[in-house]
């Protein structure tokens, strides 16, 4: 015999139903303290466990005398039926029951009887869900810092900004990653870092449709083996890595003739915008970029969390990063002081640092009070620091 366990505030957890019900138990035991639970949800909560797991359920409460909440020491088959109540007595409950009944429905009009939970567990979607399991990452408002970024995933081995290089970052436990995001001339957003493709210097990403930059060999001959890697969506990225870290994400601004095009297209960042609602990532991205990119941003989603990149090389980006009212900006080094760091600190901004793939020099950053660092070498980088 299969015996489970629910406080009562597990009850009210329709994941943790579902947990229970995938151990298959033939008991589920209930101790509950709702002494302010009214009759009507205490029934609801005991007959729904009891009918998705096909388990008996005993449950043990507190007598609340005359009240109307709270009570019902109670036993329920595996249809939802409860079988015996003693209300708000104060007293033991006895009942006979044969654990090995289970609830038998037909597999839909008509058709032959199966197990009650199979039939909804033979037709649950889980991806279609709110994201659950032991892979969800806390999310950029959770996670403690100080932490180490892969930049461009983990670029030190994989093509770069590929899902093979992003995978590869968040398997060895990458608090975030980092990538970057193009456009292309039908508005797919693909993830590349340079303005223009590895064969073609005159054509932009932009200047290309969707169907031919797939066509195009992302593996940036870092192995024959590689040879025909695709180019990946922002979409694609999304899902398959929402809510499993944090994505630090660098949107590239257009230029034409050396001009960033002011402010950042806002097409395009509607796209990118509507596919990170729909994946429910908003509190674990960050938008990264230059004061094109900020304002737009600043426009059209303002409860998203900035990163500015704007002044990194004229040591004016805590100003720009304060004006355009970001949570983090990211240096890049040399051009940063400690004071600078300190400005940002008092004015709740953290900092990123562009870049460290050594651990002695990462330390040197810590110690200034840098927040994330990126590396392109994370498992060098996390083996070092651990030393």
Not at 13 to 35: C, G, M, N, V, W
Not at 320 to 336: D, E, N, R, S, V
């Amino acid at each position: 015999m299969k015996i489970a366990f629910m406080t009562c505030y597990d009850t009210y957890f329709l994941e943790y139903t579902e947990y229970i019900a995938s151990k298959k138990p033939d008991l589920i035991l209930i101790s509950s303290y709702q002494r302010s639970e009214s009759d009507d949800n205490i029934f609801n909560q005991v007959k729904m466990i009891s009918s998705r797991c096909n388990s008996y359920v005993l449950r043990s409460s507190y007598s609340m005398g005359d009240e109307h909440t709270g009570g019902h020491t109670l036993v329920c088959d595996c249809s939802g039926k409860i079988l015996n109540d003693i209300k708000q007595t104060i007293g033991i409950l006895k009942e006979d029951i044969e654990i090995k009944n289970k609830c038998k429905r037909s597999n839909g009009h008509g058709q032959e009887l199966i197990d009650s939970d199979e039939f909804v567990t033979q037709g649950r979607t889980p991806y279609s869900y709110r994201p659950a399991g032991s892979f969800i990452s806390l999310n950029d408002n959770e996670k403690p810092y100080p932490r180490i970024c892969a930049h461009r995933g983990f670029s030190a081995l994989c093509p770069e900004n590929s899902v093979l290089s992003l995978a590869s970052a968040i398997a060895l436990d990458a608090d975030e990653v980092e990538f970057d995001l193009w456009p292309s001339e039908d508005y797919e957003i693909i993830a590349t870092h340079d303005p223009v493709f590895e064969k073609n210097s005159q054509r932009k990403v932009w200047e290309y449709g969707f169907d031919d930059i797939m066509k195009l060999d992302a593996s940036y001959q870092m192995s024959s083996q590689l040879e025909g890697l695709r180019y990946n969506t922002f979409e694609e990225i999304l899902r398959k890595f929402n809510h499993q870290t944090i994505m630090n994400i660098h949107i590239k601004t257009k230029y034409i003739n050396g001009v960033n095009i002011y402010p950042y297209d806002e097409e395009a960042f509607r796209i990118i915008y509507n596919l990170i609602k729909e994946y429910g990532c908003e509190e674990y991205v960050y938008i990264a970029g230059d004061e094109a990119v900020l304002q737009t941003a600043r426009k059209i989603a303002p409860h998203l969390s900035r990163c500015c990149l704007a002044g990194q090389q004229d040591y004016s980006i805590v100003d720009k990063a304060i004006q355009f009212g970001c949570k983090k900006l990211q240096f890049y080094k040399p051009y940063f002081t400690q004071e600078m760091i300190d400005q940002a600190h008092a004015n709740n901004i953290k900092c990123n640092i562009f870049w460290s793939d050594d651990p002695k020099e990462a330390c040197e950053f810590l110690d200034m009070g840098i927040d994330t660092i990126l590396t392109n070498n994370l498992h060098l980088m996390k083996n070092g620091l651990l030393r």
